[in-house]
């Protein structure tokens, strides 16, 4: 990206697009019972709360009546048909690792199969988006987080603590290149999980070899244990790589979120707040309720002069429904250089 004179004055920047991720798929609704909700009531008027304090996208997953996380897409279909009714602007983004809970005490902290994955592209209502990770990492959720962080929750447990600091995200080519032409096929929007510049860079091959061929929506995800720091250094270095076109959400873990979206708000990007990232106000007095971080950010965007999105202004935003017919024009959409004559982009694959 290139920031010009003017570039931080708000009149010269899109509308602030707000992620919820109320849901806290590594959390028991007794580590935070006000706030997680359970049955499906009350999974649909989380959405509704966020959407009204000015959280214009949902990350969403879902939990099984006894609190579980829940892996049936029936669950997801139900919830989906849900939040549809009740908050037909909000962009619906599913989480693309379904539920990565551990399924039992002392069991691993680990995401689904690609096959299983891969059934979100056949979601019923369909989602506007679906997290897609790219490149297999470790996701040591915990390795910023200070002992205080977690103290009297479930991630304090020795067997659960071990279960998420050995985490691993799979995610091989061999997945993630059937899984966006799923994702395309069905109309669904790839909203890529970029964990450090590498995975960006891979992106950016996808797109110059046909593979992907629509906007480049993305996070930049700073937790730390195999992802970015959430610096200002890792920051920029990432930003300097990304094109003019990106529509870029910061994402952080516990007390890193709120300076690391005050960054976001000021620069122009996009911000993402909720259970799932963060259980604190940020002098850790008390525990934070996913719909009281976004009303903290919306107060913070007024104080920069920053406008709120509302669910129909992020789907522009973020170009919901489109997709390109050709690698020149996806290429030119998202402010890349465009690619050189006659030189053979990698290993392209034999078209079918």
């Known amino acids: 990206m290139n920031f010009l004179d003017g570039s931080l004055f708000p009149e010269n920047q899109d509308k602030l697009v ?10 028991i609704p ?13 999974q649909v008027q989380k959405a509704v709360d966020c959407y ?31 939040v549809r009714k009740a908050v037909p602007d909000m962009l619906i983004q599913v989480g693309g690792s379904i539920s990565f809970a551990p399924e039992s005490e002392g069991a691993a902290a680990k995401w689904l199969s690609d096959d299983t994955r891969h059934m979100l592209a056949d979601l019923d209502p369909k989602p506007d988006q679906v997290t897609v990770t790219v490149n297999t990492s470790q996701m040591n959720v915990l390795e910023q987080m200070d002992v205080e962080d977690v103290a009297g929750t479930s991630l304090a ?17 061999s997945f993630f290149e059937e899984h966006i ?16 510049i590498n995975s960006y860079e891979t992106v950016e ?8 061929k629509g906007p480049l929506v993305c996070n930049w995800v700073a937790i730390g244990g195999g992802m970015d720091q959430p610096t200002i250094y890792s920051l920029a270095n990432f930003l300097r790589a990304i094109p003019d076109g990106t529509m870029l959400t910061v994402e952080s873990s516990m007390r890193n979120v709120l300076p690391i979206n005050m960054m976001g ?25 996913t719909v009281k971080q976004v009303e903290q950010l919306v107060r913070m965007a007024r104080e920069f002069g920053r406008e709120i999105a509302d669910g129909k202004e992020a789907r522009k935003i973020c170009k919901i429904g489109t997709f390109y017919e050709t690698v020149d024009e996806t290429l030119a959409a998202n402010g890349f250089a465009p690619n050189p004559k006659g030189r053979q982009q990698g290993f392209l694959r034999k078209a079918a």
């Open 52 to 82: 009204n304090a000015g959280a214009s996208v949902l990350h969403l997953h879902v939990r099984e009546l006894d609190g579980s996380g829940s892996k049936k897409l029936s669950r997801f279909n139900e919830l989906i048909a849900g």
């Open 30 to 42: 007794s580590d935070f019972p006000e706030d997680i909700p359970v049955s499906m009531e009350a």
């Open 18 to 27: 707000i992620t919820a991720a109320p849901y806290g798929p590594e959390w």
């Open 265 to 289: 708000i000021a620069m122009g990007l996009h911000v993402r707040c909720g259970i799932e990232d963060n259980l604190w106000n940020q002098s850790r007095t008390e525990k934070m309720s």
């Open 157 to 173: 447990t020795p067997a659960v603590n071990r279960a998420y600091r050995e985490m691993i995200v799979p995610s091989n080519p």
């Open 205 to 212: 091959r996808l797109i110059r070899r046909g593979i992907y």
């Open 181 to 196: 032409r799923r994702l395309t096929k069905a109309g669904i929007q790839s909203a890529f999980q970029f964990y450090n």
